[in-house]
C-alpha cells in the first residue's frame, strides 16, 4: 500500500544539523512533489518545504529558509530534509507527505526532533 | 505570508449534532488559473493529519459525505453534518495558492 516513513530523528544540540529521510512505497515515487511539514509540542501544523517531483523547484517557509534543505533521490524513492544551525524552536515532530494538485494526501507518521541546549 | 485564521478554536458537540468551522484567509485564494486551493485536513488524538477536502469542496477518497466544504474567494467553512465519535480530533484548513502554504491554528473537536 501507499506508505511514507519518516527516520533520523533524535535530540541534537542547539547549532549542530541532522538530516531526515522519508522512504516511500506503492506509488511512483517519481511522479510527485514531496513536502515536510512539523508539528511543535503542543502546537499545529507548520509547513516546511517542498520539492517538485524532478527535483527541479524547491520552496521553504521563512523560519527554515537558508537554514534547512530538501532533497530528493528518485533512484531510491527517498526525500530528505537536510536541517542545520538547529534551535530550539525547530524542536517538533516532522512529518513528509505526498503532493496532489495540490494538497497532501499521504502522510507518514512522522520523526521526532529535540534541540536541546 | 497568507494569515489563515480558524474559529472556534474549540466546539464540543453532541453526538449526531452539527459542527461547523470557519478559516478565513488574509488574501484571496483565488489561483491565476481559476482554481481556489483550500483544503481541510483531521488531525485525531496521536495520529498524523489526514486528507478530508481539497479545492473547498472535493471529497477526498473515502472521506464519510458527512464531511462538507464551502466557501469562496476568503472565507471557507467546513460541515460536519452529524458528529460522530471518530470526528474527536483537530481540523486544519490549508491554503496552498501561494507560497509559502499556511495552515489555520486547528479548531478542536470534541464530544459534549
Known amino acids: 500500500q501507499v506508505q511514507l516513513v519518516e527516520s533520523g530523528g533524535g535530540v541534537v544540540q542547539f547549532g549542530r544539523s541532522l538530516r531526515l529521510s522519508c522512504a516511500a512505497s506503492g506509488f511512483t515515487f517519481s511522479s510527485y512533489g514531496l513536502h515536510w511539514v512539523r508539528q511543535a509540542p503542543g502546537k499545529g501544523l507548520e509547513w516546511v518545504a517542498v520539492?517538485?517531483?524532478?527535483?527541479?523547484?524547491?520552496y521553504y517557509a521563512g523560519s527554515v529558509k537558508g537554514r534547512f534543505t530538501i532533497s530528493r533521490d528518485n533512484s531510491k524513492n527517498t526525500l530528505y530534509l537536510q536541517m542545520n544551525s538547529l534551535r530550539a524552536e525547530d524542536t517538533a515532530v516532522y512529518y513528509c507527505?505526498?503532493?496532489?494538485?495540490?494538497?497532501?494526501?499521504?502522510w507518514g507518521k512522522g520523526t521526532t526532533v529535540t534541540v536541546s541546549s | 505570508d497568507i494569515v489563515m485564521t480558524q474559529t472556534p478554536l474549540s466546539s464540543p458537540v453532541t453526538l449526531g449534532q452539527p459542527a461547523s468551522i470557519s478559516c478565513r484567509s488574509s488574501q484571496s485564494l483565488v489561483h491565476g488559473n481559476g482554481n481556489t486551493y483550500l483544503s481541510w485536513l483531521q488531525q485525531r488524538p496521536g495520529q498524523p493529519p489526514r486528507l478530508l477536502i481539497y479545492k473547498i469542496s472535493n471529497r477526498f477518497s473515502g472521506v464519510p459525505d458527512r464531511f462538507s466544504g464551502s466557501g469562496a474567494g476568503t472565507d471557507f467553512t467546513l460541515k460536519i453534518s452529524r458528529v460522530e465519535a471518530e470526528d474527536v480530533g483537530v481540523y486544519y484548513c490549508?491554503?496552498?495558492?501561494?507560497?509559502?502554504?499556511?495552515f489555520g491554528q486547528g479548531t478542536k473537536v470534541e464530544i459534549k
Open positions: 490549508l491554503q496552498a495558492t501561494h507560497f509559502p502554504w499556511t
Open positions: 520539492i517538485s517531483f524532478d527535483g527541479s523547484e524547491k
Open positions: 507527505a505526498r503532493g496532489g494538485s495540490p494538497y497532501m494526501d499521504v
